[in-house]
DNA sequence: CAACCCACCTGACTGC
DNA sequence: TGCAGTCAGGTGGGTT
């Protein structure tokens, strides 16, 4: 259930349940998702171990042992942790369980759940992060950037590319998904098929800000879905997030009344209103 | 290199 | 009720 405002939730929830807390066991349910486990590692890595940092960068949840190394996870399309009173498979789909205790509490389990399997699983040491072939071409932080319109203008000179596809190359920029690129293009006021060099410095402004803006408001969208992140059922939904084009085909732009349009681009759904994006 | 296409999976939904 | 076809929030690898 991710793109990068769902990972950032899902790591705040994740963090304060687990943060400090012993990883007292670790089964994993299969050897593999998107690629091989290396679960004899991982379980020598964290098994008795302390959490002493959950973060995230790009849509990669990380799990820190002081020392030690790192637990790597992704969600791919549909994966999701989920926080459980008891380590007993509930659900089809999980592929993994965390045990984590702490001194006169009751453990809390932790589940890994994936349905397509299309997340991944991995860990590696300290030093290894920064050349892990998962990070080492990430771009820049779009919340954090000190100054993403720049770093994208530059960087999509000459290039022929469709503006979307250019803004989900987490190369460029990490963390904007198929449905944020659309929304993202739609408060910039930008074309999805506009090649990427011929966009210009004012439309990028506009561009990194609309970035900034899509995901703050879907994050804060999503701490509502994460609330009672315990108690539910783990699907988050966009609900909370009010949506101007992605998944509204057909239906009347909210700033003009135009049908926004859906094309294929680069193999995904795309939405646009054709009046309000140039 | 840049741009495209595909595969990897299950499940939900549509139309016959 | 069933069955085939289509689509889904990601991304690495292979091909032009």
Not at 228 to 251: K, M, Q, T
């Amino acid at each position: 259930m991710p793109e990068l405002p769902e990972v950032e939730c899902l790591t705040n929830a994740v963090r304060a349940t687990a943060l400090g807390w012993t990883v007292s066991d670790v089964r994993f349910l299969r050897q593999d998702l998107r690629a091989p486990i290396p679960t004899k590692r991982f379980k020598a890595l964290f098994t008795g171990q302390k959490l002493s940092e959950i973060s995230r960068r790009s849509k990669y949840m990380l799990w820190k042992v002081d020392g030690q190394g790192y637990g790597i996870f992704h969600l791919g399309m549909s994966g999701n942790f989920l926080m459980r009173p008891t380590g007993e498979v509930q659900m089809k789909h999980t592929h993994a369980v965390f045990t984590l205790s702490r001194p006169r509490r009751k453990d809390v389990y932790l589940h890994f759940v994936d349905p397509r399997r299309f997340g991944i699983i991995d860990c590696c040491t300290l030093t290894e992060l920064e050349d892990h072939k998962y990070f080492r071409e990430l771009g820049p932080e779009p919340l954090s950037c000190e100054n993403l319109a720049d770093h994208l203008f530059t960087r999509s000179r000459r290039r022929k590319q469709p503006i979307k596809a250019f803004l989900m190359d987490a190369k460029n920029v990490v963390g904007v998904g198929n449905i944020y690129a659309s929304e993202a293009l739609f408060r910039a006021g930008i074309r999805p098929l506009k090649a990427a060099g011929k966009v210009n410095t004012s439309a990028y402004e506009r561009l990194a800000q609309a970035v900034d803006e899509t995901l703050t408001a879907a994050i804060a969208a999503g701490g509502t879905t994460f609330r009672d992140f315990r108690n539910a059922d783990g699907n988050p939904g966009y609900f909370a997030l009010r949506l101007n084009v992605y998944d509204r085909a057909g239906a009347a732009c909210g700033q003009c009344g135009e049908k926004i349009r859906q094309v294929k681009l680069a193999g995904r759904s795309t939405f646009y209103c054709r009046r309000c994006q140039a």
